[in-house]
């Protein structure tokens, strides 16, 4: 689960429920990253399985 806290709001999507479908989920292809953006900070939790990620304004949850 991706969670991107960025400028541009989407205010059509942010009442609906979250469904999430852990069969559904899709592997990222390596040609697909975006390795020009610099990654600003990065901090996870010691117990949890959670990273947080900074890249200029965007800020990235990552959780299992």
Do not use: Y
């Not at 990065?42 to 949850?61: G, K, M, R, S, Y």
Request: negative net charge.
């Amino acid at each position: 689960l991706c969670l991107d806290a960025g400028r541009q709001v989407r205010r059509n999507n942010c009442m609906e429920p979250l469904m999430l479908n852990t069969k559904d989920r899709t592997e990222i292809d390596a040609e697909q990253i975006d390795f020009n953006r610099k990654v600003l900070h990065t901090a996870w939790h010691p117990q949890e399985d959670l990273i947080a990620v900074a890249a200029t304004n965007n800020l990235c949850l990552f959780t299992s």
